[in-house]
């Protein structure tokens, strides 16, 4: 048994949630650390048999833990006495010369200098790195072996303090669960890469100050930086000159911090709550599904998610998306495959308004299905109001047919202002964002129609515009031929 376990199941035993960081390094082994760190044994031995020489990370879960810094002549050792508190709790000597002090405390938020300079503090969102873990700089050790000490109130109250001072330039509480996990989201799906030689220091400051825009505090965008994007940036970030371009960013950036996060998106919006979960299909060997994946139609739409269906003008894409409406309401199969769920749906639209009467009735009868005209949702105050009138509508077929809204339906991305370029991946990539938005806060499926290029295939526009969606349907036919040909191209599980 190498050294390495042995550090990781000793500091795990002591109650510590522990994960793995790579050999020689500060960085998390395996992503979502918060949610796989452990203190179970046998866990902590699969981690350590694949690589001894793992570094032992702490999630700083139910702990404030203060990082002094006297890197590069910082004050931080000065500045933690001046708090005038009980250091004697468990401490631990970083490389630099820096101290890990350990308390207990109800989970307060990350901060950078925010006590003071040179003093950062770890909690919920952030980790640390355990004693017997090494850098080229040398070895973490168990300095002070004591019991831990309960984070001093005035401590606390400064860290409270300081972050209301922070947050009256901010239209959000930063941290927050929601912002982070969409911040997370966007990261490592939609973040681009910054390379060296082009443009690189420009990307880095604009993913940044996306972080404040979603409403991440300064050291938790660091954090996040390097979990979830640093590895794919050629060459990597050296951390100390990531954290100088991430703070940086924090200083200087236009936006107010928060402007992107939900709270600001659909402030006024009253959510309604989340629906009971569904009880899963059964599943038999040998279907290569996400087991997780619940379905609006089984294995062809999510219950939650984007789709585009791509067709030139003449195809039938507005028929098509108003026959899977009609499907879903009733129960019918859609291209072979009944619902999961009926559902209610709803069509917005923003070209061929004057037929979608005729569209509606030809569908059969009264049903859970209704259309209204919109003229653009391309900026937050129409995009809001389009929401609260989806929200009130479902809430009337609600209680009309008993049925919750399933679908959306937006006909088309172009004529509804939600694309200001569609040949800007940026203006693409910050579309569909909106869309995935609307379909988590509502518990649907949004539905999109869009054209194809002139010659060619595939949807007109930026490549961030394809890539964004979950499921992709393309319409396909010859004008000479009446029969048309439904494909999908894409769909991500």
């Not at 010369?97 to 503090?121: E, K, M, P, Q, V």
């Not at 825009?213 to 930086?225: I, K, P, R, T």
């Not at 988590?440 to 129609?449: F, I, K, P, R």
Request: proline letters at 5%; glycine letters at 8%; one cysteine or more.
């Amino acid at each position: 048994m190498s050294d390495k376990i042995e550090y990781a199941l000793a500091w795990s035993a002591r109650g510590f949630r522990v994960f793995p960081v790579l050999a020689g390094g500060k960085r998390p082994a395996i992503k979502d650390y918060a949610s796989y760190a452990t203190t179970d044994a046998a866990q902590i031995a699969k981690w350590w048999a694949k690589n001894p020489e793992y570094n032992i990370g702490v999630h700083c879960l139910d702990l404030c833990v203060i990082d002094v810094d006297v890197k590069d002549g910082k004050p931080g050792l000065a500045n933690f006495f001046d708090l005038d508190i009980e250091s004697d709790t468990l401490a631990v000597k970083t490389p630099s010369g820096g101290w890990h002090y350990y308390y207990t405390a109800a989970n307060t938020d990350n901060s950078a200098g925010r006590l003071d300079a040179g003093i950062d503090t770890r909690s919920h969102h952030g980790y640390v790195i355990a004693p017997g873990s090494e850098t080229p700089e040398g070895v973490y050790s168990l300095e002070n072996d004591a019991p831990l000490l309960e984070l001093p109130a005035q401590v606390f109250e400064r860290l409270v303090a300081s972050k209301e001072r922070a947050e009256r330039v901010s239209l959000v509480e930063e941290d927050s669960e929601t912002s982070y996990a969409i911040a997370k989201q966007w990261l490592e799906a939609h973040a681009p890469s910054a390379i060296e030689g082009v443009n690189g220091d420009h990307t880095t400051y604009g993913v940044a100050c996306k972080l404040r825009d979603f409403g991440v505090s300064e050291l938790s965008a660091l954090d996040m930086l390097l979990e979830h994007w640093n590895d794919r940036c050629s060459p990597p970030w050296d951390e100390d000159a990531l954290r100088a371009k991430v703070a940086n960013a924090y200083e200087y950036a236009q936006n107010p911090a928060g402007i992107a996060s939900p709270e600001v998106e659909f402030a006024g919006v009253e959510m309604p709550p989340e629906p009971p979960r569904k009880k899963s299909k059964w599943i038999d060997a040998g279907d290569q599904i996400n087991l997780n994946q619940q379905w609006l139609f089984y294995e062809r739409l999510p219950r939650v998610g984007t789709a585009l269906l791509v067709a030139p003008s003449g195809a039938g894409k507005t028929f098509l998306t108003a026959r899977l409406a009609a499907c879903l309401a009733k129960g019918e199969a859609f291209f072979g495959t009944k619902p999961d769920e009926e559902c209610a749906a709803l069509i917005l639209s923003g070209e061929g308004v004057g037929g979608m009467a005729n569209r509606l009735h030809v569908l059969g009868g009264k049903m859970p299905v209704a259309a209204m005209a919109v003229s653009t949702l391309g900026d937050a105050a129409s995009l809001r109001e389009a929401v609260a009138a989806i929200i009130e509508k479902a809430k009337e077929l609600k209680a009309k047919y008993g049925k919750r809204l399933g679908m959306i339906v937006i006909d088309t991305l172009a004529s509804v202002g939600l694309l200001a370029d569609e040949n800007s991946n940026t203006d693409c990539a910050k579309a569909v964002k909106a869309l995935e938005m609307i379909s988590a806060a509502l518990d649907c499926l949004v539905v999109v129609t869009h054209h194809p290029p002139k010659n060619g295939t595939g949807a007109r526009g930026g490549s961030a515009l394809h890539a964004g969606f979950d499921t992709v349907f393309e319409i396909f036919f010859d004008e000479k031929n009446p029969v048309r040909y439904v494909e999908c191209t894409k769909g991500r599980d």
